[in-house]
């Protein structure tokens, strides 16, 4: 959504209010499609004695699966934005400080849904406790053991390791 800044600069008004929902469903991160509801953008661009500030709510329900043992995960993700927006950037503010250069109209959806997938998280678990799958035959170890030995710890490196043992030397 474009919001022009023209009113606001000229001292029409002092905010401009926007809510509206964006659909992502075809947005992939970290290979998966995790927003299968319209994400909720809510907020404000405010003008403080000449400096433009953008403050929003990013609200979704978030659709995953858990690293560990692969079950299905969901769960409400809330970011929270503040930024500051700048008609000409003089080299003085980076980009990355959380400001961003505007002419007369700023994108929300270029800067927001940039912010939603920042956030994200590299990967979602079903709980913390999570014991994962069995390496040797699969099985999901949160519903039990499965009776094989995983005791012996297979290494890449074991062969490398025979090198440097005393009976080597």
């Known amino acids: 959504m474009k919001v022009s800044l023209k009113e606001l600069r000229s001292g029409v008004c002092s905010h401009i209010d926007f809510d509206y ?26 003008d403080m004695a000449g400096v433009l500030n953008l403050s929003a ?19 409400n993700k809330l970011v929270e934005v503040d930024f500051v ?28 849904v940039s912010e939603l997938i920042l956030n994200m998280d590299m990967i979602t678990l079903c709980s913390e406790d999570c014991k994962g799958l069995c390496f040797k035959c699969g099985v999901d170890l949160n519903l039990g053991e499965c009776g094989c030995d995983r005791t012996g710890k297979i290494s890449p490196f074991a062969d490398l390791a025979k090198l440097f043992t005393d009976d080597n030397n």
């Not at 980076?94 to 927001?112: P, S």
């Open 57 to 75: 709510d990013i609200e979704t329900e978030v659709s995953s699966q858990c690293a560990r043992c692969g079950k299905p995960v969901e769960y």
């Open 85 to 112: 927006l700048v008609a000409e950037n003089d080299g003085t503010a980076d980009e990355g400080d959380g400001v961003f250069t505007v002419g007369d109209e700023v994108d929300l959806d270029e800067i927001l």
């Open 21 to 46: 929902t964006i659909d992502l469903s075809k947005e992939e991160v970290n290979f998966e499609f995790p927003f299968k509801k319209p994400v909720r953008l809510s907020g404000s661009i405010s």
